[in-house]
Structure formats: C-alpha cells, structure tokens
T-cell receptor, first 114, second 113 residues
Framework: KAGVTQTPRYLIKTRGQQVTLSCSPI?????VSWYQQTPGQGLQFLFE???????NKGNFPGRFSGRQFSNSRSEMNVSTLELGDSALYLC?????????????FGNGTRLTVT | QQQVKQSPQSLIVQKGGISIINCAYE??????FPWYQQFPGKGPALLIA?????SEKKEGRFTISFNKSAKQFSLHIMDSQPGDSATYFC????????????FGQGTTLQVKP
C-alpha cells in the first residue's frame, strides 16, 4: 500500500506570493492533518480534516488555509508569504479520528521563502 | 496551553549503549503515549506507543516506561546502533485528538560506531 504522498517536495517562493501544497493520504484513510516543522518551533499543528470537514485548527494566522476533497486528498494554501513561513510542511493521514489511529506522515514539502 | 516537555535536546551514545529520552506532560486526560522517529529528509514515523493501563512496553530493542503519577514516560533504546541515529519526538494525546498532536521539542540522537 502506498504511503502518504506530498507534492511538490521542494518549493522556492518570494515574499508576498501564495503557495498550494498537496497531500494524498494512504488509501482508505479519511483523516488528514498538516504540521509545520521548523528548527526553532519544532512540529506545530496546522489543521485536521475528516470527511471534507475541518475538525481542528492550530494557532496560525488566517493566511494559512486548507481543504479536503471527497477522495480524502488535501491541499493547504499559504497566502502573502513571509520569510518566517519557510519550513518543512508535513501531511499525515490516519484511518479514523479516534481510537488512537496512528498518524502516517509523508516526507513533506520543503518551502523556502526569499 | 497543553505542555509537553522532552529531554534531553540532544544525546550522544556509543554503539551498544543505552539511550534514554524522557517526556513530561501536564494533561491528565491523555491516554495514548507514542514516540515518533524521524530520519533526515523523512517524515516522522510511529516507533512505539503505550496506553496507561501498563507501566512498560517492549518491542525489540525499544522500551517505553510509563509513570502515570509523575506524568512522565520514557523511551529506552537498548544496544543502540548507528542506524538509530535520528530525531525522536514524544506526542502524548487523548484518543479524541488523534490528528491534533502536540509534539515534544525533539531529541537528536547520535550513536557513535
């Protein structure tokens, strides 16, 4: 069974631009979460989706948004990019949202904002 | 804000030695205590996890020790190998918050040959 796939692997953008990152979960997984990883802040939760509905949102500005499609694939969007948005963005999928279904992470999208 | 504190930040161990990483939490409602392992260029992967009804769980060279009263749990890596060199994260949570995890700050482990 294929793992979580994130595209693209690397992105370089300029301040003020916007970016869309894509995540394909493991087949059959209905829950998708997004995390931002930086050396200074570590792994921080962005949002969680289940059946196309946002279940939880982390403490990030409104420039960060996401959505989930009917096939469970998910996208996240960052508008008006800032230098501090440079990070590794990780997507994780799980079978369900409860019963301690383990998270399966993709290898991330490395975003560099110049 | 739920706090999760992980220590040490970095750890250097000789091959064959024991690596110990600790995680302290505040929320008594947590009922699942996992450790994730992350290699450079890869996403974190679940390594081992424990539920609060047991005090210890062992999987191969990896053991979790859980102290409910102290609100702490630890990862022990026995006979540490260079291939164990990675960053380790704890992420205790409640069963209703599977996708929204608060990760510890991470411990970078280097196992010297």
């Amino acid at each position: 069974k294929a793992g979580v796939t994130q595209t693209p692997r690397y992105l370089i953008k300029t301040r003020g631009q916007q970016v869309t990152l894509s995540c394909s979960p493991i087949s059959g997984h209905r829950s998708v979460s997004w995390y931002q990883q930086t050396p200074g802040q570590g792994l921080q939760f962005l949002f969680e989706y289940f059946s196309e509905t946002q279940r939880n949102k982390g403490n990030f500005p409104g420039r960060f948004s996401g959505r989930q499609f009917s096939n469970s694939r998910s996208e996240m969007n960052v508008s008006t990019l800032e230098l501090g948005d440079s990070a590794l963005y990780l997507c994780a999928s799980s079978l369900e949202v409860s019963d301690n279904s383990p998270l399966h992470f993709g290898n991330g999208t490395r975003l560099t904002v110049t | 804000q739920q706090q999760v504190k992980q220590s040490p930040q970095s750890l250097i161990v000789q091959k064959g030695g024991i690596s110990i990483i600790n995680c302290a939490y505040e929320n008594t409602a947590f009922d699942y205590f996992p450790w994730y392992q992350q290699f450079p260029g890869k996403g974190p992967a679940l390594l081992i996890a424990i539920r609060p009804d047991v005090s210890e769980k062992k999987e191969g060279r990896f053991t979790i020790s859980f102290n409910k009263s102290a609100k702490q749990f630890s990862l022990h890596i026995m006979d540490s190998q260079p291939g164990d060199s990675a960053t380790y994260f704890c992420a205790p949570h409640g069963s209703s918050n599977t996708g929204k995890l608060i990760f510890g700050q991470g411990t970078t482990l280097q196992v010297k040959p």
